[in-house]
């Protein structure tokens, strides 16, 4: 799919992999809708891009969330693709770990995504549409004191993978892309203890390249490289050596 004249959803917009994405596809003529947590940063996005739209809203809350959806066929004369990119981040221990800080990954990371998709779906079905989750290699690989985060994203890949056969027939596609750890403000903002980069990163252009040829390809499991393809078949058998090579044993 092009997607020029396309209208888009892009959660997560105001930094990172999601100005990323936001940047390329306004670039190329995407009719973008903005969404984001911080109202600075919403603004000096518009500015950045004039012909953008921006809503503000906290993805951890269910009612202000139902919003989006509606909002964007308000304002964009078209709605073809959704992307999931918003995501928070917990390093630490699970045992004694804060439940409401453990609420909170799973309702970004998991339950946004879910509701947005299907909201997306029940207004698309029998349109030829896409969805998109920038998800994580993390979702094969358990990394030490990732867990939390990890179980999100597990969920995550796993929900998106079975709905894709759900609404193939709808016209509807699902890509799910699996980046590494990526240079952005993630291990700065993740909740919990504050994490050590890991060993290797790449940048977040290269992801946002990635998704902008699996939405023109119409990919459905993207990698970066074909050492991360490596690291996910092999990471639930030996996800000891792959911490080693992260760099957190």
Request: hydrophobic share 45%; aromatic share 10%; glycine share 8%.
């Amino acid at each position: 799919m092009k997607v020029e004249g396309r209208g888009v959803i892009i959660t997560g917009a105001t930094s990172g992999i999601g100005y990323e994405i936001t940047k390329m596809l306004y670039n190329k003529g995407a009719r973008i809708l903005a969404i984001g947590r911080n109202e600075s940063a919403l603004e000096g996005l518009k500015k950045e891009f004039p012909n953008l739209k921006v809503l503000r809203v906290d993805l951890a809350d269910r009612k202000a969330r139902k919003i989006i959806i509606p909002y964007a066929l308000e304002v964009l004369e078209d709605l073809s693709i959704l992307i999931n990119n918003a995501g928070v981040g917990y390093f630490g221990k699970t045992l004694g770990s804060n439940p409401e800080i453990l609420d909170r990954v799973m309702e970004v990371n998991f339950w946004a995504p879910l509701d947005l998709s299907l909201s997306f779906a029940n207004i698309k079905s029998g349109q030829k549409s896409i969805i998109v989750n920038i998800i994580s290699l993390i979702a094969f690989v358990p990394l030490p004191k990732w867990n939390i985060y990890a179980v999100s994203k597990s969920a995550e890949r796993v929900f998106f993978i079975s709905l894709r056969e759900e609404l193939r027939k709808y016209g509807i596609k699902v890509i799910n892309l699996y980046p590494p750890a990526v240079k952005t403000p993630f291990f700065e903002n993740s909740l919990g203890e504050k994490p050590k980069p890991v060993g290797f990163m790449v940048d977040p252009q290269k992801v946002a390249s990635k998704v902008l040829n699996a939405i023109e390809r119409e990919k459905e499991e993207v990698f970066l490289s074909f050492r991360d393809f490596i690291i996910a078949k092999i990471g639930s058998l030996f996800s000891p050596t792959i911490s080693k090579l992260y760099g957190f044993r």
